[in-house]
T-cell receptor, first 116, second 112 residues
C-alpha cells in the first residue's frame, strides 16, 4: 500500500510570491490534514479536509488555504509569502470518518519551503 | 498557548536502559493521545496511542501511561536501542476529529 506522497519535496520561493503544495493520501483515506513544522514550534495544525470539505482549521492567517478533490488528493496554497513561512509542511491522511473515531494519521515526508 | 508541552527538549539514555519521555497537557477536552517518532528528513511515524478511558497501553517495547488527574502522559521504551534515536512528539485530539495538537518534541539519543 503506497504511503502519503507530497510534492514537491523542496521549494524555494521569493517573498510576495504564492506557492501550491500537493498531497496524495493513502488509498481509501478520506481525511487529509496539513501541518507546519518550524524549529521550536513543533507541528502546528493548519487545516483538515474530509470529503472535499474543510472540517477543522488552525490559527493561521487567511493567506493559508487548501482544498481537497473528489479523489481525496489535497492541495495547500500560501499567498503573499513571507520569510516566516519558511518551514517543513507536512500532510497526513487517516481513515477517520467522524464515525470511526480516533485513528492515527500517517504522514508524508513533507515539503521543505524556503522563502528568500 | 501551548496546550501540549514536552518540557525536555532532549534526553540521552544508555542502550538497554529505559527511556522515559514526558508530556503534559492543559486542555481537559483532549480524549485521545498519540506518540509519534520522527527521523530527520522524514515525516512523523505513528508509534502508539491511548484513549482517555485507559491509563496504560502497551505495544512491544513501548508503553504509554496516562494520568488524567495530573494531565500527564509518558512514553516508556524498554529496552532502549540505538535505532530509537529520534525526535518524539506527543500529540492529542478531541472529539474524533483530526485536529491534532502536537508538543514541541523531545530528541532522544540512545548511546550504544
Amino acid at each position: 500500500k503506497a504511503g502519503v506522497t507530497q510534492t514537491p519535496r523542496y521549494l524555494i520561493k521569493t517573498r510576495g510570491q504564492q506557492v501550491t503544495l500537493s498531497c496524495s493520501p493513502i488509498s481509501g483515506h478520506r481525511s487529509v490534514s496539513w501541518y507546519q513544522q518550524t524549529p521550536g514550534q513543533g507541528l502546528q495544525f493548519l487545516f483538515e479536509y474530509f470529503s472535499e470539505t474543510q472540517r477543522n482549521k488552525g490559527n493561521f492567517p487567511g493567506r493559508f488555504s487548501g482544498r481537497q478533490f473528489s479523489n481525496s488528493r489535497s492541495e495547500m496554497n500560501v499567498s503573499t509569502l513571507e520569510l516566516g513561512d519558511s518551514a517543513l509542511y507536512l500532510c497526513a491522511s487517516s481513515s477517520s470518518t467522524g464515525v470511526v473515531l480516533n485513528t492515527e494519521a500517517f504522514f508524508g515526508q513533507g515539503t521543505r519551503l524556503t522563502v528568500v | 498557548d501551548q496546550q501540549v508541552k514536552q518540557n525536555s527538549p532532549s534526553l540521552s539514555v544508555q542502550e538497554g536502559r529505559i527511556s522515559i519521555l514526558n508530556c503534559d497537557y492543559t486542555n481537559s477536552m483532549f480524549d485521545y493521545f498519540l506518540w509519534y517518532k520522527k527521523y530527520p528528513a522524514e515525516g512523523p511515524t505513528f508509534l502508539i496511542s491511548i484513549s482517555s478511558i485507559k491509563d496504560k497501553n502497551e505495544d512491544g517495547r513501548f508503553t504509554v501511561f496516562l494520568n488524567k488527574s495530573a494531565k500527564h502522559l509518558s512514553l516508556h521504551i524498554v529496552p532502549s536501542q540505538p535505532g530509537d534515536s529520534a525526535v518524539y512528539f506527543c500529540a492529542a485530539n478531541s472529539g474524533g476529529y483530526q485536529k491534532v495538537t502536537f508538543g514541541t518534541g523531545t530528541k532522544l539519543q540512545v548511546i550504544p
